[in-house]
């Protein structure tokens, strides 16, 4: 993992599109139904304080984003809020399959998914009043711009929630999480 802090856009791309995050250890079962409820069984037992931090159900109503939707787990619980708009974007094909995928399994869930760089995000400015993003700004190259995007397309009032590692060691890295208003 350490080598990915000074990989180029496109050696992260190929690192994600190889196997999505938590694809490897926790997507357990015969078929894709199972295997979306393994993954996300593991991850909130894992990481029951995600809840907190994201504060899913602050969505419902609002123009929500989330930047690196991975395998999808965090973004079904968007979905499940009804915001106004829901989208998200990852860098990866693979991730925005799976997340497509796993909301195919539950009628009613919709987002608007593309694969998109968080250092240039395909929005206008002030889309959106909650851009969220867990463990994937400090996987970019260029962290520092990929927040000023997040920034660029959040709504006066806006609040971004964006968790990082901050450090890519997985020995002595701890999540660094990073929440923020609007005041323009
Ligand atoms: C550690 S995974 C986290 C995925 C998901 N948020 C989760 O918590 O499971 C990192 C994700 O960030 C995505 N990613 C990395 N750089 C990106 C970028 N510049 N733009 C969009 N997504 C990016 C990767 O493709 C990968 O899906």
């Not at 959106?128 to 867990?134: G, L």
Request: net charge negative.
């Amino acid at each position: 993992m350490t080598e990915l802090a000074t990989a180029s856009k496109s050696e992260v791309e190929n690192f994600w599109n190889a196997a999505s995050c938590g694809e490897v250890a926790y997507a357990r079962g015969a078929d894709f139904q199972a295997q979306m409820k393994s993954q996300a069984d593991a991850r909130y037992q894992l990481e029951p304080y995600i809840y907190d931090f994201a504060r899913f159900s602050d969505g419902r109503g609002k123009s929500v984003l989330e930047i690196g939707v991975g395998m999808g787990s965090d973004h079904q619980l968007w979905a499940e809020q009804q915001p106004l708009r829901l989208c998200g974007v990852d860098l990866t094909e693979r991730a925005i399959a799976f997340t497509s995928d796993r909301l195919a399994l539950f009628s009613g869930l919709k987002s608007e998914l593309r694969r998109a760089d968080a250092e240039n995000l395909p929005f206008p400015d002030a889309s959106f009043d909650i851009v969220y993003s867990w463990g994937v700004l400090h996987h970019t190259p260029d962290t520092q711009k990929a927040f000023a995007e997040a920034a660029r397309v959040l709504r006066p009032g806006g609040a971004v929630a964006a968790a990082t590692a901050a450090s890519l060691d997985p020995i002595v890295g701890f999540i660094s999480s990073h929440r923020g208003a609007s005041l323009a």
